[in-house]
């Protein structure tokens, strides 16, 4: 009898052990971000990406902000009505699916501190430059607080104090001081000093101007792209924005617009449907890799002719 039961215990043992898996599905989504994008005074922006979930929830602090049912989460979270100069704690909780049918919980966590005020009390420095007519700078590029341009016309007095009618056109902040530059190309076998009415650069050695035509440099080297014999006669352009070198616009008079695609599109006209002075052009680039591009047309001198245009590579509105 004794051996019976010592047999049927044995039985029942290794029944229970042989089906026990000691491999446990990860109780962790394959993929969890969950981090500080930004914070101004009274605002939060947060990075949530998520896959193969069920639910999840975001608190701050003990308070339930957001709430998602849904397999998938790729969103930046905003947050708002918090105080300036605190620490605020965050905290995701995901529920979601294991191998064996059931469900399991994750959880990230956070802090973010929010930025404090200022008085708004500025201290600003002004520069002048030119000596005689009417000097003026059109626009503006900041590559970093040590490296900036400015173009436009600038004139300065010779050496015997009479108005030089040579103009500078650009003017350059090295973190120090502004130094004065003339950004001279060949055109058509002549040297030249075009007035500058744009410029945008990518980086210190990537830097493109628009004297009506666009010229591209490294700094210290420049060439000038004349489209009037290359793409239309009539092109006068003023202002530029682009992506890249690659991925380049270019506006100006009569909606006149040129876009540079590299070495292997080259250069086309795009034809904008208005016959209104293009002044100025931007844009940003969204999180589906299309861009969002406008641009500024109007006659200055009336006041019932004006057009926002939005480029896309394929149309223009």
């Not at 500078?168 to 040297?191: M, P, Q």
Request: a negative charge; hydrophobic letters at 40%; glycine letters at 6%.
């Amino acid at each position: 009898m004794v051996y019976k039961k010592v047999v049927f215990s044995f039985i029942i043992f290794l029944t229970l052990f042989t089906s026990c898996n000691t491999n446990e599905p990860d109780s962790t989504p394959a993929n969890i971000e969950f981090a500080a994008e930004d914070a101004s005074c009274t605002e939060a922006w947060i990075k949530l990406e998520a896959d193969n979930i069920k639910a999840a929830q975001v608190f701050r602090e003990d308070s339930l902000i957001y709430s998602f049912n849904t397999n998938s989460i790729d969103t930046v979270l905003y947050d708002e009505g918090l105080l300036p100069n605190q620490s605020y704690k965050y905290k995701l909780t995901i529920q979601h699916p294991l191998a064996n049918g059931n469900n399991s919980a994750a959880s990230k966590e956070l802090t973010l501190q929010t930025m404090d005020t200022t008085s708004h009390e500025f201290t600003w420095q002004t520069f002048t430059f030119g000596q005689h007519s009417s000097s003026v700078l059109y626009d503006v590029a900041i590559i970093n607080e040590n490296n900036i341009w400015a173009v436009g016309e600038i004139y300065l007095k010779d050496s015997l104090g009479n108005p030089d009618p040579n103009a500078y056109n650009a003017v350059h902040w090295d973190g120090s001081e502004w130094e004065l530059k003339k950004i001279t190309v060949d055109f058509r076998g002549s040297l030249i000093t075009p007035p500058l009415t744009g410029v945008f650069t990518f980086s210190g050695t990537d830097i493109w101007f628009v004297g009506s035509l666009p010229i591209h440099g490294d700094g210290i080297s420049w060439q000038m792209y004349d489209l009037r014999t290359t793409v239309d006669p009539n092109l006068l352009l003023m202002k530029t924005w682009g992506t890249n070198s690659n991925d380049i616009y270019f506006v100006g008079l009569d909606g006149n617009i040129a876009h540079y695609s590299g070495a292997s599109g080259g250069w086309q006209k795009i034809e904008s449907g208005t016959d209104l002075n293009i002044y100025d052009i931007w844009g940003i680039d969204d999180l589906n890799s299309d861009k969002l591009i406008l641009c500024v047309a109007t006659n200055l001198y009336t006041n019932d002719e004006r057009n926002l245009l939005r480029i896309n590579p394929k149309w223009i509105i």
